[in-house]
């Protein structure tokens, strides 16, 4: 068995998507080459806008258009001449050598337009994830992450001036100190705890309406690992204390700019539940059989497929589960 790069390079598409054994996550299928080589190469930027072929996905607000009809749903591309003005990003290049761009800006009129077709509507990277192909998922995934970033740095943290889009849309620099800014990323832990029984810990959060339930989650704290947060979160939201912490898969979740960091956990101490009011209104243990019956009596609804808090309650639970929010 090789190792290094050479094993990178031999990873099938399948394994690259199979995210520590939640495969095929709604946003984690990108399958175009991020051509990261490419940011910094103008006269390839420039060519590769010049040309055509290229293809343009515009994103304004976490939405673009799709275009869903009789097959899959797609996502609405424009060639670099019927693109809008707007912050432009390198978002790769497929394996068949076309090279797609975002652009953040208002979307094209959708129906009834020449440019973009009839059947597209804008929607957003929550509803489209899980109906657009990997290729697409993955293309509007990126394209909306960027497109929030940059909505949001205009100007530097370190002396107020404004920033421009460098590297093709993947830094952002000052204009007066000269200072580089990376796109930002908050990294959240989202955790299935289980008791000794093997049931599941799921709580409804104060913010939501009432029989909305979903496993534990919160942000990674500075200063902080991941495990470490998920026993804090745990902790804090329900009293349970928590060991065996393991890594299950991550998901990007650009709404607007989260890192979610799907892990297992089980409780070692106490299970009685003494809940964090101000965050969570109820915390439960749920065997199965309990959770299915919930679920078909209309008691409790799970969070949707698109995320991976219902990918990791189906890996615990088994196959498929009904999720409505
Ligand atoms: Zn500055």
């Known amino acids: 068995m090789t190792t290094g790069p050479d094993r990178q390079a031999e990873l099938s598409a399948d394994e690259l998507r199979d995210s520590g054994g939640l495969r095929n996550l709604a946003l984690s299928r990108g399958e175009v080459d991020r051509s990261t080589e490419r940011r910094g190469d103008a006269a390839w930027l420039a060519a590769a806008w010049a040309d055509p072929g290229t293809r343009v996905v515009v994103v304004e607000d976490g939405q673009a258009l799709v275009r869903s009809g009789e097959g899959p749903a797609e996502l609405v591309f424009l060639s670099p001449a019927e693109a809008p003005e707007g912050v432009r990003f390198l978002l790769g290049t497929d394996a068949g050598g076309v090279v797609y761009f975002g652009v953040a800006a208002s979307l094209p009129p959708p129906d009834g337009e020449q440019v973009t077709g009839l059947g597209a509507r804008p929607i957003s990277l929550r509803q489209a994830g899980p109906l657009l192909s990997d290729r697409d998922a993955g293309l509007m995934t990126h394209a909306v992450a960027l497109g929030n970033w940059h909505a ?7 002396c107020g001036a404004l920033t421009e889009p460098e590297l093709a849309g993947h830094s952002r620099r000052c204009v007066v100190d000269g200072s580089e800014h990376f796109p930002r990323l908050d990294p959240a832990v989202i955790m299935l705890v289980t008791d000794p029984d093997d049931r599941c810990l799921l709580a ?3 913010m939501w309406p009432e029989r909305r339930v979903s496993i534990l989650a919160g942000f990674v704290e500075p200063g902080e690992s991941a495990e470490q947060a998920v026993a804090r979160e745990v902790h804090e939201e329900t009293g349970v204390t928590i060991g065996g912490v ?22 070692t101490g106490s299970l009685e539940i003494r809940v964090d009011s101000d965050e969570i209104a109820e915390a439960h243990w749920f065997s199965r059989g309990e959770l299915r019956a919930s679920i078909a009596s209309g008691e409790i609804r799970l969070p949707p497929p698109v995320s ?16 409505a929010w």
């Open 308 to 323: 991976i808090a219902h990918r990791i309650i189906e890996s615990w639970y088994g196959t498929e589960l009904d999720g």
């Open 152 to 158: 949001v740095h205009t100007h530097c943290p370190r």
């Open 246 to 267: 393991r890594y299950v898969g991550s998901q990007p979740w650009p709404m607007p700019h989260s890192l979610m960091l799907g892990f297992r956990a089980t409780a």
């Open 204 to 206: 409804r959060n104060a």
